[in-house]
């Protein structure tokens, strides 16, 4: 699979479970859809930003991929808010939907702004490796529980700042 079309599967597969928690009847649900949310994004992020961006970092689109790595970083401090939160707590579901509109506003810039620039600059067959690089790097962080980084990833950043 191409990195463009993965990263589309990738964002389809977020926004139905956004749906699935939108739906969820209780606290046990709505954490065990939480918790697929968070590995998801968490190893979507990092394919991103290990692979993906680096191979199109060129020209135009430096200054929209370090704009699209501060909304992962925003995206991964609500997560790790989220994680230290019950799913009971009432700040919880605002929270989820703030993370909700972050990762839609994230999609929709990358699909409408950078994708297109992205596949008229690389050829079809360095998307395929790419592509197969990304697919492999993901499926190896769900099988742990990618989540966990991101608290240790949102305190380091929050250190820089200080």
Known sequence: MDAIKLLEW??????????????????????????????????????????????VYVGELREQLSDAIEEHMRAKRVISD????????????KKMKVLQEEVEQHVSEEEEE????????????????????????????????PREEIGEEAEDEAASVR
């Open 114 to 145: 950078l994708f297109p620039i992205v596949k008229q600059a690389l050829p079809k067959l360095e998307l395929e490796a790419l592509g197969e690089l990304m697919e492999e790097l993901y499926e190896d962080l769900m099988a742990s529980n």
């Open 82 to 93: 989220l994680i230290d939160l019950e799913p009971s707590d009432p700040k919880f579901d």
């Open 10 to 55: 990738q964002h389809d597969e977020v926004d139905t479970l956004f749906t699935q928690y939108a739906e969820a009847e209780d606290d046990e649900e709505k954490l065990e859809v939480f918790n697929a949310i968070a590995d998801s994004l968490s190893a979507h992020a990092t394919i991103e930003e290990k692979l993906f961006y680096p191979a």
